[in-house]
């Protein structure tokens, strides 16, 4: 198990990989990964929130003034220092996962989960999506992630299916 758990030797044990939590936009990275950071007694790192914290702009006002490209530079700057972070949940932003050099680095550095959970259900949880600059090619792009997500991942939950706390422990569980 990632971050603190597990008993070895009547002490616990402490495994200083992240577990990086991907998926399309609404998936619940966030939520589940807010519970499941306290459930195994670690910190929460958002890469999104890093990006807007790191650059002083939202994520949208990024993509409107800089760019795509732009955006991505810091998201994947945020990856790569999320990926030397030790014990942490990290919640990579939808589309962390379209260069190959963050899956390659995530993947190398810890644990990758995909939350799964069907286009309907997303679009239920994100509404009109004003803030997600992507959100309007929803269709098209969760098409092609998909496929993304499925090869990033070291394992695969169903995200759509119960609380982010019940998320969050069956994500514990496959983590051992």
């Known amino acids: 198990m990632s971050c603190a758990g597990g008993f070895f030797s009547g002490e616990m044990k402490k495994d200083k990989k992240p577990v990086f939590l991907i998926g399309f936009m ?23 929130r890093e990006v807007v914290k790191k650059s002083g702009r939202s994520i949208a006002s990024i993509f409107k003034n800089q760019g795509e490209t732009v955006f991505r530079n810091q998201e994947s700057d945020a990856i790569t220092r ?37 286009l309907k259900l997303l679009a239920r949880r994100v509404g009109a999506g004003a803030s997600r600059p992507l959100w309007k090619n929803a269709d098209s792009l969760f098409r092609t992630r998909v496929s993304l997500y499925n090869s990033a991942a070291h394992i695969r939950i169903r995200a759509g299916e119960g609380t982010p706390s019940l998320v969050a422990e069956r994500v514990a569980r496959r983590l051992g």
């Open 26 to 48: 609404g998936s619940g990275k966030t939520t589940v990964g807010k519970a499941l950071a306290k459930r195994l007694g670690c910190r929460l790192i958002d890469t999104d």
């Open 82 to 118: 999320a990926c030397r972070a030790g014990s942490a949940v990290v919640a990579v932003g939808g589309g962390g996962v379209i260069r190959k050099r963050n899956v390659s680095a995530m993947r190398s550095a810890g644990t990758v989960v995909y939350l799964q959970a069907p």
